[in-house]
C-alpha cells in the first residue's frame, strides 16, 4: 500500500487534516476551511509566479485583435469562439472595445459589426432598440434600430472628433480623447438575439464635449437572427482602422 509522508516541525500541535481525493491542477494552491479540511485553489496556468487566484471558468476569451499592430485587421476581421464550445452552449458573448481611432476624419459608426455561423452572417430582423445618451453638458433618451449592422457607439449619429490616420504615439495638437471605447453584452439566443452596450468618446473641443451612451435593443415580436452566433464579423463605416484592440469572450459554464 502507497503512503505519502508529510514533514512537520519538532514541536508542532497534534492536529488531522483531511486531504484533496486527486492532485491539484499546475500551480495550485493548497488551502483550508479552518477546520483541518483541504482543497486545491487556483492553477492551470503557465509560469510566472505571483498571486494564485480561482480560475474563471464561465468567461472565456475567443480572441483580440490589435487594430495598429496586428497585419491585415485594419479593414475588418472575424473573432471566433473555441472550437472545443458549441455555439449553443454560450448564453451570450461579451465583446470590448479600447481606443478605437480611424483612418477617416471625423467617421461615425466606427465599429460595426454582425453575427456569423459557420461564415455567414446570421442577422436577419432588426434589432428594435432606445438608449440614453449625456452629451455636451445635457442629458435625455433616444430610439435607433439596426437591422443592416449591429453598430457598437452608434452614438446618436454624431462624429468622432479626433485626427486623420492618428494612433496613439500621434504628438499633434490636433487629437482628442478618449477614442471610442465601450463593451457590449450580445444574447446568443437562437432566433432572437439582443444586444446592449456602453459607450463613450470626445466629440468636440469643449470641456462638456463628451458623449457617453447606453442602448439596449432586439426582438420586438419578430426574429433577428436564424441561428446561434460562432464569431463576429467586424468593419468600419468607411476608410480604415488606426489604432485600437477589440475583444471577444464567450459566457458559459465549462
Known amino acids: 500500500m502507497a503512503s505519502t509522508k508529510i514533514q512537520v516541525p519538532s514541536n508542532a500541535v497534534a492536529k488531522t487534516y483531511t486531504w484533496p481525493a486527486t492532485d491539484g491542477a499546475n500551480g495550485a494552491s493548497l488551502t483550508t476551511d479552518g477546520n483541518g479540511v483541504l482543497s486545491w485553489t487556483g492553477g492551470g ?11 474563471d471558468t464561465h468567461k472565456i476569451f475567443c480572441g483580440a485583435v490589435d487594430l ?4 491585415g485587421v485594419q479593414s475588418n476581421f472575424t473573432l471566433s469562439k473555441p472550437a472545443a464550445i458549441n455555439a449553443e452552449d454560450i ?15 471625423n467617421d461615425y459608426y466606427v465599429l460595426q459589426m ?4 459557420s461564415g455567414s452572417s446570421v442577422m436577419n430582423g432588426t ?20 437591422s443592416t449592422y449591429l453598430n457598437l457607439c452608434y452614438l446618436g449619429g454624431e462624429q468622432w472628433y479626433g485626427s486623420s490616420g492618428t494612433n496613439r504615439s500621434y504628438t499633434g495638437a490636433s487629437q482628442y480623447t478618449p477614442s471610442w471605447n465601450g463593451v457590449a453584452v450580445y444574447e446568443n439566443n437562437r432566433e432572437h438575439a439582443s444586444l ?3 459607450a463613450y468618446m470626445r466629440k468636440g473641443s469643449g470641456n462638456s464635449a463628451v458623449r457617453q451612451e447606453w442602448w439596449s435593443g432586439g426582438a420586438k415580436n419578430n426574429d433577428t437572427t436564424s441561428n446561434y452566433a460562432d464569431s463576429f464579423y467586424f468593419e468600419p463605416r468607411t476608410g480604415t482602422w488606426t489604432e485600437g484592440v477589440v475583444s471577444l469572450y464567450a459566457i458559459t459554464k465549462q
Do not use: C, H, Q
Open 45 to 55: 496556468g503557465g509560469g510566472g509566479g505571483g498571486t494564485t487566484t480561482s480560475e
Open 68 to 71: 495598429k499592430n496586428d497585419t
Open 91 to 105: 448564453r451570450s458573448y461579451v465583446i470590448e472595445w479600447y481606443g478605437i481611432m480611424t483612418s477617416t476624419l
Open 114 to 117: 454582425k453575427p456569423y455561423n
Open 127 to 146: 434589432f428594435y432598440g432606445s438608449g440614453f445618451r449625456y452629451s455636451d453638458g445635457g442629458s435625455g433618451a433616444y430610439s435607433t434600430n439596426f
Open 196 to 198: 446592449n452596450y456602453t
